[in-house]
Nanobody
């Protein structure tokens, strides 16, 4: 069974930085495209960024230039470096295999809360 454990969230002031980590098990991580997603209260879960097995990355427009996704296949871990954080980045952040339609993903980890104060 796939298990996803996200960590690294917290409370930070606007303009600050956080680095999220997600360790996955129960999948062949090295050949799986991985994504970071976020969900704010009352909103749908959105794709934030994804990284292919080959290391190609893609970002949502609302984080482009501020966030960086990376992966360490030896550790089955995907990271999200978040810089220049804004209050509108406040959400629960999740990782999972990449899908352009996260509503179709059934199993999620607990996520990690990111709160950005103004």
């Amino acid at each position: 069974q796939v298990q996803l454990v996200e960590s690294g969230g917290g409370l930070v002031q606007a303009g600050g930085s956080l680095r999220l980590s997600c360790t996955a098990s129960g999948m062949i991580f090295s050949i799986t495209a991985m994504g970071w997603y976020r969900q704010a209260p009352g909103n749908q879960r959105d794709v934030v960024a994804f990284i292919t097995s080959g290391g190609r990355t893609n970002y949502a427009d609302f984080v482009k230039g501020r966030f960086t996704i990376s992966r360490d296949n030896a550790k089955n871990t995907v990271y999200l470096q978040m810089n220049s954080l804004k209050p509108e980045d406040t959400a629960v952040y999740y990782c999972n295999y990449y899908s352009s339609d996260p509503s179709g993903i059934v199993h999620w980890g607990q996520g990690t809360q990111v709160t950005v104060s103004s």
